[in-house]
C-alpha cells in the first residue's frame, strides 16, 4: 500500500455512510492487544478517527487498566464519534460472581461511559435461555450487547499452513471422530440474540478466518447470507484478511482490525475493489474454495471421500443501499401523474431526471405512493427531510416463513352440510385471493379450472410470461401471475438468474405452489400416498375462488424477499381487485417499528376492503418472537391437526415403542444401532443407524448421517410437532422417556439392534391438538397492548403439493405459521362472500371473538415448549378457528382508519400531518394526548402495565345478529385481578345497532410486578358467546427486569 494518502478524496466519499454507521463499521483494537498510552490513542483519533467506529477494550483489560485512563479514552474516543466496547470480560464476571455480580458489571461500565458489552456465548456455556437474559439485561441496562459467536474445529482437522490455500480448505486426512459445530445451530442462536435485543453479532477469527490462507469462506459466506451484513462483524487479523473480506462482501462489511490497519482497511473500503468482483464474481484472482459438504457446514468432521463444491451463496451485500420512500396516499387518480411527482421529488435531490431514472427502481402508484431508489446515504438524508416524505423504510430481507385440515376444522364438504360456511358461501366462487409468495407451479392438479365461470368483471391484473411460464398457463382458476425482482437483485451481491431460479411466476422452491393450495386449491381426489388411506381428498379452503400469484421471493438462501419487491407487489394488487391478501412472509427479527416490512402497504389495502393475513412467525416458543404486529392485519400462529405421522422402532427383544417420522420408503429391517457418544471414527456410522439425545450436542441433520454411511437415526428429543427428516431416510423422533429405555436395552446388549418402520397416520381424538413449539408467541415487545397473534389455525405437517422439481413424492406434509396463514386466508374469502359488506376488521373479528380454546373434541389446546402448558393467548390468540361459529358471531368489533390511526399516533412516530398524507385526508387528526392505545377497538384486552390504580377501558360492538337481542357479559377474571363490565347489559333493537361498554381493571391483591396473567370477557345472548381474551400484568416498577 502506498505511503501517502488523498485524505480530501476520502473525506469527499459520499458512498461511505456518516457516523455513525449501520455497515462499514471499522472497530479497532485498543489496549492490551497493542499497548496504547493515551498519546498514541489520541493521536490515532486526531488523525483517522474520521474512519474508526468503535474501540474494543481487550478481554479483561478493564479490570488492569487504571479506572482514570479508561474513563480518559472513553470521553476521548466520544470526542471523535467512536463507541467503546469492553471486550469479553463478562463470562469472568458471571462465573465468578453469577447473575448479581454481572447486574452490577453492567452498571459499572455504563458509569464508566462504555456504550457496548461483549458477551462470549462460547466461552459462558450456559443454556440458550440464560444467553438471551444477560443480552436482555444489557439492553436494559442502556448498552448495546454484542454477543461473540466462535465456529470450533477439531484440531488435528485444520490444516498446518503447509497444506493451506489462500480461500479454501485443503482437507486433511481426519485423525478425530469430532463434529465441526453446527453452523445452523450457531445461526439460530445468534439470530435468537439479535431477537432479544443484541445489536451486532460477532465472529471469531479462531478456526473460520485467523489465517488468510486458510479461511472457511463457506461458513462466512452462510453466517452473512442468514444474519445480513449489517448485524455481523468478522475479525481480520492481518491486512490480507482485511483485503480479502472486502474484495468478497465488499466495503460494508463490519469488521474488528487492529489499529495499524485502519487506513490499508479505509483505502479498501474508498477504492471499491469490491465492486469489481461484484460485476464479475469469477473475475477475483483467487481459487474457489473446496469444501466438503454436510459436515464443513453442519457438523462432522470432513469426509475425505466426499470432496463437493459448496452450494452458491449469494449474500445480502447492498451495492447501493435501496430505500423505499413512503409519501402516504396517492394524490392522483392517474398513475402516470403519480410516477412523474415521484421522479420530480427524486430529481430534486439528484439534480437531473437522468440521475433520478437511473436511481428508480419502483414506483408505488395505485394502491398508494412512494418509490423505491438506489440512493447514497447522504441523498437518502435529503430526501427524509423533503416536506413531501412521511419515512424512508429500509430495504431488509424478509423471509418466507391439505386432506385432513377442513374436516378437522368443520368445514366439510359433504351435501350433509350443506347448510355450513363452504356451501353457504359456494365455496368461495367469484372471490379473489392474492398470494405473495415465491410464484406457483399452474400444472398442479389443484390448479384445475373444470367448472368455473367467467373472470370476476372487477379482476384487473394479467398472466406476465417469463422463464417457463407462458399467459397461457393461466386459466379460470389461476386468472393471474406477476414477479417482482428489481428490489431483490439491487441488494444481492449477484443478480438472480435463470440458472438458479425461473426468472417468471414459476415456483422454484415450492413454496407458493403449497400456501395457494392450502389458501384455494381445487378438488383433488383419490390420493394415494404412503401413510394415508387410499381415496383421500386435497383441496384448498375456498376451492372455488380464484387465485392471483404474486411472486415477490426467491429460492435465495432457503427463501428470500425484499420489502422493495413485497410492496411493488401490494401496490399492483390493491389496484388489481383482490379481495384478500395471503402473505406467508416477515421479518428475520421481531418487529421494532410501526413501519418495517409489510404494515404500511398492508394499512392501505385494509383501507381498501381488502383483508391482509400474515404469520406469527417460527420464532417459538419464545415470548415476544411475534412478528406482523399491527391491528389491521390478521396474525396466525400455528397448531397440530388431530393426525400424527407415526412411525415404530422394535429392538430385537420385540419391544416397540412409537414415534414421529415422515418416512416413506421400505421397512428397515433389523440393523445395528450405535449412541452417537459412542462414534470412535466417523467411519464407525457406516451401515448402522444412530441414536442421538437432543442436548447432548449439536445433531447433524440425517443428509450428514446418511453421506457418512449410516442407514437411519433416532433423534431423542423433549415433544415437538416439527418434522425435519426427508421421506427417504429411516429418521424417527422419539421422546426421552422412551429414547432412555431404548438407550438401556443398548448398554445391556451386546449387539443391540433396532428396526424401523414407515409412517402411517393416526388420526382422531387420541391425538392431542397443540400449537407448535415453532409458532412464534406474543406479547409483541413493541406495542404489547395490542394483542399478537390474533388466531390459530392448522399449520403443522399439512399435506400439500410439490413441485415437480423436488425429490420423493408429488404431495407431503409441511410446518410453520406460513402454512396455517392461508388456511385463515381461504376462510376470510369463505366469510367475505357470505358477508360481502362486512370490513376486514369485522371479519378478523368474527373469527378471534367465536375462536375455542379446545380442540373439536373438547379437549383443551396445549403449547409445545420446553415443558408443555395449556395454551393461553399469547399462544393463540383468541384460540383455535371455528369457522362454522365465525359466520354467525352475533357481535363484531370493528375498527376503521380512526382506529388504525390511532395505533400509529400512540407510537409517537405520527405526527397530524403524517397522518393527513397518510390517509389522503387534510381533516384526519391523531387523537388527543390522553387517548390510550389501550382504547383500540381490538378484539382483546391486553394491559402490560397495571398499576396501583384502575384502568378503565372502552369497546364498542356491533350487532351483526339478530336485530332484537339482549347480551350480558360473562367474566373471567385474570388470577388476583379485579375486573367489572359496565353497563351490565347490551340492548340491541331497530334503532340501536352499536354499543358501547367500559372494562375497568385493578390489581386487586398484587403490590408487586408480575408476569401476565389470562382470562376472558363473553358477551352471551344465549344463542351466541362472543368472547375476547384478556391479558394484564402488574408493573408497580417500571422497566424492572424479571
Not at 253 to 279: K, P, T
Not at 514 to 538: C, D, E, H, R, W
Not at 916 to 937: E, F, M, Q, R
Amino acid at each position: 500500500m502506498a505511503g501517502h494518502y488523498r485524505w480530501k478524496s476520502f473525506e469527499e466519499n459520499e458512498d461511505r455512510p456518516e457516523k455513525p454507521r449501520r455497515y462499514g463499521v471499522t472497530e479497532m483494537r485498543g489496549p492490551r492487544y497493542s499497548v496504547l498510552s493515551q498519546n498514541v490513542l489520541q493521536e490515532i483519533f486526531e488523525s483517522m478517527g474520521q474512519f474508526v467506529d468503535g474501540l474494543k477494550f481487550s478481554g479483561g483489560s478493564n479490570s488492569l487498566i487504571p479506572k482514570s485512563f479508561i474513563k480518559q479514552a472513553i470521553e476521548m474516543a466520544h470526542e471523535h464519534d467512536v463507541y467503546v466496547s469492553t471486550g469479553d470480560w463478562a463470562e469472568h464476571v458471571l462465573r465468578s460472581g453469577g447473575p448479581s455480580a454481572f447486574k452490577e458489571y453492567v452498571e459499572e461500565c455504563k458509569q464508566l461511559g462504555f456504550d457496548t458489552i461483549e458477551l462470549n456465548a462460547n466461552s459462558l456455556e450456559v443454556p440458550e435461555d440464560t444467553l438471551l437474559r444477560y443480552v436482555r439485561m444489557i439492553k436494559n441496562g442502556g448498552l448495546r450487547a454484542k454477543p461473540i459467536f466462535a465456529v470450533k474445529f477439531n484440531k488435528s482437522d485444520i490444516p498446518g499452513r503447509r497444506n493451506r490455500a489462500f480461500g479454501s480448505y485443503v482437507v486433511p486426512e481426519p485423525r478425530s471422530s469430532e463434529f465441526v459445530e453446527d453452523i445452523d445451530l450457531l445461526i439460530r442462536k445468534a439470530e435468537r440474540c439479535l431477537e432479544a435485543g443484541a445489536d451486532t453479532i460477532m465472529i471469531d477469527a479462531d478456526d473460520v478466518c485467523k489465517y488468510a490462507d486458510s479461511v472457511r469462506a463457506d461458513i462466512i459466506a452462510k453466517v452473512i447470507g442468514r444474519l445480513g451484513v449489517e448485524k455481523t462483524m468478522f475479525e481480520a487479523s492481518d491486512a490480507k484478511l482485511a483485503e480479502w473480506f472486502i474484495k468478497r462482501y465488499g466495503p460494508n462489511v463490519n469488521l474488528y482490525v487492529d489499529h495499524s490497519q485502519i487506513m490499508d482497511l479505509e483505502c479498501l473500503r474508498g477504492r471499491h475493489l469490491a465492486f469489481a468482483f461484484l460485476a464479475n464474481v469469477t473475475s477475483i484472482d483467487l481459487p474457489e474454495p473446496d469444501f466438503t459438504i454436510g459436515p464443513g457446514h453442519g457438523g462432522g468432521a470432513p469426509d475425505p471421500a466426499r470432496v463437493e463444491a459448496p452450494p452458491v451463496v449469494v449474500p445480502f451485500v447492498p451495492k447501493s443501499p435501496v430505500y423505499i420512500i413512503y409519501l402516504g396516499a396517492t394524490k392522483h387518480a392517474d398513475p402516470k401523474l403519480v410516477a412523474q411527482s415521484h421522479l420530480e421529488i427524486l430529481k430534486s435531490v439528484l439534480g437531473s431526471e437522468e440521475a433520478a431514472k437511473n436511481s428508480m427502481i419502483y414506483n408505488y402508484q395505485y394502491g398508494f405512493s412512494g418509490f423505491a431508489a438506489k440512493l447514497k446515504p447522504a441523498e437518502a438524508h435529503k430526501l427524509k427531510n423533503h416536506p413531501e416524505v412521511i419515512t424512508l423504510v429500509i430495504n431488509r430481507k424478509l423471509l418466507m416463513q391439505t386432506t385432513r385440515t377442513w374436516d378437522y376444522l368443520g368445514l366439510f364438504s359433504t351435501p350433509a352440510s350443506s347448510k355450513g360456511l363452504l356451501q353457504g358461501s359456494n365455496m368461495g366462487s367469484g372471490a379473489i385471493i392474492g398470494v405473495i409468495d415465491s410464484g406457483i407451479w399452474s400444472e398442479s392438479g389443484v390448479f384445475d379450472d373444470n367448472g368455473y365461470g367467467p373472470t370476476p368483471k372487477q379482476w384487473k391484473g394479467q398472466c406476465v410470461s417469463g422463464d417457463q411460464f407462458k399467459a397461457e398457463d393461466c386459466n379460470k382458476k389461476l386468472i393471474g401471475a406477476k414477479y417482482y425482482m428489481d428490489g431483490l437483485n439491487a441488494d444481492l451481491a449477484t443478480s438472480i438468474n435463470s440458472s438458479t431460479e425461473h426468472i417468471s411466476p414459476r415456483d422454484h422452491n415450492g413454496h407458493g405452489t403449497q400456501v395457494s393450495s392450502t389458501v384455494a386449491g381445487s378438488f383433488l381426489s383419490n390420493l394415494a400416498f404412503p401413510g394415508l388411506s387410499a381415496g383421500s381428498i386435497m383441496r384448498g379452503a375456498a376451492p372455488k375462488a380464484h387465485i392471483a400469484m404474486y411472486k415477490a421471493c426467491w429460492d435465495v438462501q432457503g427463501g428470500m424477499c425484499s420489502v422493495a419487491d413485497v410492496w411493488k407487489a401490494f401496490d399492483e394488487a390493491i389496484n388489481d381487485g383482490v379481495d384478500v391478501l395471503s402473505v406467508s412472509i416477515g421479518g428475520l427479527f421481531r418487529d421494532l417499528d410501526v413501519e418495517v416490512d409489510i404494515a404500511i402497504p398492508a394499512l392501505h389495502a385494509v383501507n381498501k376492503g381488502i383483508t391482509v393475513v400474515s404469520p406469527a412467525g417460527n420464532g417459538g416458543p419464545r415470548g415476544t418472537t411475534v412478528i406482523n404486529i399491527s391491528p389491521w392485519i390478521i396474525t396466525v400462529a400455528a397448531t397440530t391437526l388431530d393426525r400424527s405421522l407415526s412411525a415404530f422402532i422394535t429392538l430385537d427383544n420385540n419391544q416397540t415403542f412409537m414415534g414421529q417420522s415422515m418416512y416413506t420408503g421400505p421397512e428397515l429391517g433389523f440393523t445395528d444401532v450405535m449412541f452417537s457418544a459412542d462414534m470412535s471414527s466417523v467411519a464407525t456410522v457406516k451401515g448402522k443407524v444412530v441414536m442421538y439425545f437432543e442436548k447432548e450436542r449439536p445433531m447433524p441433520g440425517p443428509e450428514i448421517l446418511q453421506r457418512n454411511g449410516a442407514v437411519g437415526v433416532i433423534y431423542v428429543r423433549t415433544p415437538s410437532s416439527r418434522l425435519e427428516c426427508p421421506a427417504n431416510f429411516p429418521c424417527i423422533y422419539i421422546e426421552i422417556d422412551i429414547g432412555s429405555k431404548i438407550y438401556f436395552h443398548m448398554e445391556t446388549t451386546s449387539s443391540p439392534k433396532v428396526k424401523i418402520s414407515p409412517f402411517k397416520a393416526v388420526i382422531g381424538e387420541s391425538v392431542a391438538s397443540i400449537v407448535g413449539g415453532s409458532s412464534s408467541r406474543g406479547p409483541s415487545s413493541f406495542s404489547p397492548a395490542i394483542l399478537k397473534p390474533d388466531i390459530a389455525a392448522p399449520g403443522l405437517n399439512l399435506l400439500t403439493p410439490r413441485i415437480p422439481t423436488d425429490e420423493d413424492t408429488s404431495e407431503f406434509a409441511y410446518s410453520g405459521t406460513s402454512m396455517a396463514t392461508p388456511v385463515i386466508a381461504g376462510i376470510v374469502a369463505l366469510l367475505k362472500n357470505s358477508h360481502p359488506t362486512w370490513s376486514p376488521a369485522a371479519i378478523k373479528s368474527a373469527i378471534v371473538t367465536t375462536a375455542r380454546s379446545t380442540d373439536p373434541y373438547g379437549e383443551p389446546l396445549t403449547a409445545e415448549g420446553t415443558t408443555p402448558k395449556i395454551a393461553d393467548a399469547f399462544d393463540y390468540g383468541g384460540g383455535l378457528v371455528d369457522m362454522e361459529k365465525a359466520t354467525d358471531p352475533g357481535l363484531v368489533y370493528d375498527m376503521d382508519m380512526n382506529d388504525y390511526v390511532h395505533y400509529l399516533c400512540s407510537a409517537a412516530l405520527y405526527s397530524d400531518k403524517r397522518v393527513s398524507a397518510l390517509t389522503g385526508n387534510v381533516t384526519t387528526k391523531c387523537p388527543s394526548s390522553s387517548s390510550s392505545i389501550l382504547d383500540i377497538n381490538v378484539p382483546s384486552i391486553t394491559i402490560p402495565d397495571l398499576k396501583g390504580n384502575v384502568k378503565v377501558i372502552t369497546r364498542t360492538v356491533t350487532n351483526v345478529g339478530p336485530v332484537d337481542s339482549v347480551y350480558k357479559p360473562v367474566i373471567k377474571a385474570p388470577l388476583g385481578f379485579d375486573v367489572k363490565v359496565s353497563p351490565e347489559e347490551l340492548v340491541f333493537n331497530k334503532g340501536t345497532s352499536k354499543a358501547a361498554f367500559t372494562v375497568s381493571v385493578s390489581s386487586g391483591s398484587y403490590k408487586a410486578n408480575t408476569g401476565f396473567f389470562f382470562g376472558s370477557l363473553t358477551w352471551s345472548d344465549g344463542l351466541h358467546n362472543v368472547t375476547i381474551p384478556v391479558s394484564v400484568r402488574a408493573n408497580f416498577i417500571d422497566n424492572f427486569y424479571l
